[in-house]
C-alpha cells in the first residue's frame, strides 16, 4: 500500500523542524524532491523501493512511502509484525531507491534502519487521512490476526467483511481521534551514502555520491557514467 499526500500543505505541521536539513547531501535531495512533486509524470515522488535482508541472506525489494525526512534521515511506516520489520530487527542495514523519470533522476541511499518511539509515531500516524489510518488499523491487528498485513489467506477469507466491520465501528470517529495501532510503527533510515544521478545537471556533476564519516561529516565524491 502506498499513500499519496499534499507534501506542500503538510509541511507547515511538519514536527521534524527541530533537525533542519543543513547537509549538503540532503538539501540537494530535498531540492530534487520539491522539484519531483511539481512535475505530473512524478506525483508519486515519494515512494521509493526499499531493500532489505531477512535472515537467510535472502535480499528483498518493494515500493513503500516515505513520511517525511530531515538531517537524520528517511522516515517510513510499517506493520511491526510483518516481513520487512523482522528483516530490519535481524539486518538493520537497508538500501532505498527514489526514481524520478520527470526529472531524469535516480536517488540511491544505503544506511541503517530503527524503530521509532511512539510519540514519533504518533505525529507521522496524525498526518495521514482517515481512509489510510483505516488501512492501517486494518493490516496491524497483530501476527496472530487474519488480515495481518502480508499474512496468507485463504481463498474463502472476506476482506470486505472485516473492512465493513471496521468502518461500521470507526465511521463515526474523528480522524483526529483514530486509535494508534498496536503494531504500526514509524522506522528511521540514517543514510551512510547517498546518491544522486541527475542527466539534467551539469556536465561534471551528473552523478554524485556523498559517505557520511564517523564524525559526521560528508565526503563527496563525483562518479563516471
Known amino acids: 500500500f502506498v499513500r499519496r499526500v499534499d507534501w506542500m500543505s503538510q509541511r507547515e505541521t511538519d514536527a521534524f523542524k527541530t533537525h533542519p536539513v543543513t547537509s549538503e547531501p540532503l538539501i540537494r535531495f530535498s531540492q530534487l524532491f520539491s522539484q519531483a512533486e511539481r512535475v505530473s509524470t512524478t506525483s508519486w515522488a515519494h515512494n521509493f523501493t526499499l531493500c532489505t535482508v531477512d535472515e537467510d541472506g535472502q535480499p528483498t525489494s518493494r515500493v513503500v512511502s516515505m513520511h517525511s525526512h530531515d538531517e537524520r534521515g528517511f522516515f517510513f511506516c510499517t506493520n511491526t509484525s510483518g516481513p520487512k520489520s523482522k528483516a530490519i530487527a535481524h539486518n538493520p542495514k537497508v538500501a532505498m531507491c527514489f526514481q524520478w523519470e ?44 487474519k488480515w495481518s498485513q502480508s499474512k496468507v489467506v485463504e481463498p474463502a477469507d472476506d476482506w470486505e467483511e472485516w473492512s465493513t466491520t471496521l468502518w461500521r465501528h470507526y465511521g463515526s470517529v474523528d480522524e483526529h481521534d483514530m486509535p494508534l495501532p498496536a503494531y504500526w510503527r514509524a522506522y528511521l533510515i540514517r543514510p551512510k551514502t547517498l546518491e544522486i544521478l541527475n542527466l539534467m545537471a551539469p ?4 552523478r554524485t555520491r556523498w559517505t557520511k564519516e564517523e564524525d559526521g561529516n560528508w565526503t563527496k565524491e563525483l562518479l563516471a557514467l
Do not use: F
Request: hydrophobic share 25%; with cysteine.
Open 102 to 145: 520527470g526529472l531524469r533522476a535516480q536517488i540511491r541511499v544505503t544506511g541503517t534502519a530503527e524503530q521509532l518511539d511512539d510519540e514519533t509515531t504518533m505525529v507521522l500516524y496524525n498526518r495521514c487521512s482517515k481512509p489510510e489510518k483505516m488501512y492501517y488499523v486494518s493490516c496491524s491487528q497483530g501476527p496472530e490476526h
Open 203 to 206: 556536465a561534471g556533476e551528473v
